[in-house]
């Protein structure tokens, strides 16, 4: 049988993924020092590097066991996989957010929003029971309002500086963020006590 795969997310969540497995005493050398390699071996399971969308898809097909991945990711998603456990790093949150002083909720007019997340935007003003327009965005989404093209943007907020720095504000936070353990839904039955175990020792890693 192959080794456990774990998918985990490129860029920020990846150190403090790493952090978290140097933790449960495995063997991170290869994925410390990795270059530019996507698959590296982490004491005995083996490390997937990838974007944090990516992360559902492999573990939802079952190419992967594990992923790590953000909670704004599987908000946006419609996959088919256990979320299993908050590792609590990479907090930040859904806000909605305008140019200072902008009366967001005032109005009859429909509103305009940008984000990099239209499901959760969706969602979020549907419970509102408010009909606004989204715009997609790929990436910073801040300049959606500024050029005007928006009212508004969903995004995620972490400082605060990227808002600040441009003049924006909170209006509402919409939901809290962190890193999850997502297992595929095959694979948990499958394999059931090499999952268990890595999850325990993660479990007990996050408490050190
Ligand atoms: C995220 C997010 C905000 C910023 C928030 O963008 O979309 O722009 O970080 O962080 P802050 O509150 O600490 O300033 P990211 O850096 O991932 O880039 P992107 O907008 O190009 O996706």
């Known amino acids: 049988m ?3 795969r774990l998918a ?3 860029g920020r969540l990846e150190k403090k993924s790493v952090e978290l ?3 449960m005493g495995l063997d991170c050398s290869e994925i410390i020092n990795k270059g530019r390699r ?3 071996p982490v004491g005995d399971y083996d490390a997937v590097l990838a974007k944090a969308a990516d992360v559902i898809t492999y573990v939802e097909h079952g190419v992967c066991d594990i992923g790590i991945v953000g909670k704004d990711t599987i908000a946006e998603s419609s996959g088919e996989f256990y979320e299993v ?4 790093i990479g907090k930040c949150n859904f806000a909605l957010a305008t140019k200072k002083g902008t009366d967001f909720f005032g109005g009859y ?3 305009r929003v940008a984000t990099k997340y239209p499901a959760v935007a969706s969602a979020y003003f549907e419970s509102k029971g408010m009909d606004v327009q989204i715009i997609k965005i790929e990436g910073s989404v801040e300049l959606a309002p500024l050029l005007e093209l928006t009212d508004a943007i969903v995004d995620i907020v972490e400082t605060g500086s990227t808002l600040k720095e441009n003049g924006l504000e909170v209006v509402e936070t919409i939901m809290p963020i962190s890193a999850r353990v997502i297992v595929n839904v095959a694979s948990l039955k499958l394999r059931k006590a ?3 175990d890595f999850l325990k020792a993660l479990e007990d890693a996050k408490k050190k």
């Open 2 to 4: 192959r080794r456990l």
């Open 8 to 10: 985990l997310t490129k």
């Open 21 to 23: 497995f140097e933790k």
């Open 38 to 40: 996507l698959i590296l």
């Open 85 to 88: 456990m908050d590792l609590e």
């Open 109 to 111: 007019n429909v509103k």
């Open 194 to 196: 090499e999952i268990e």
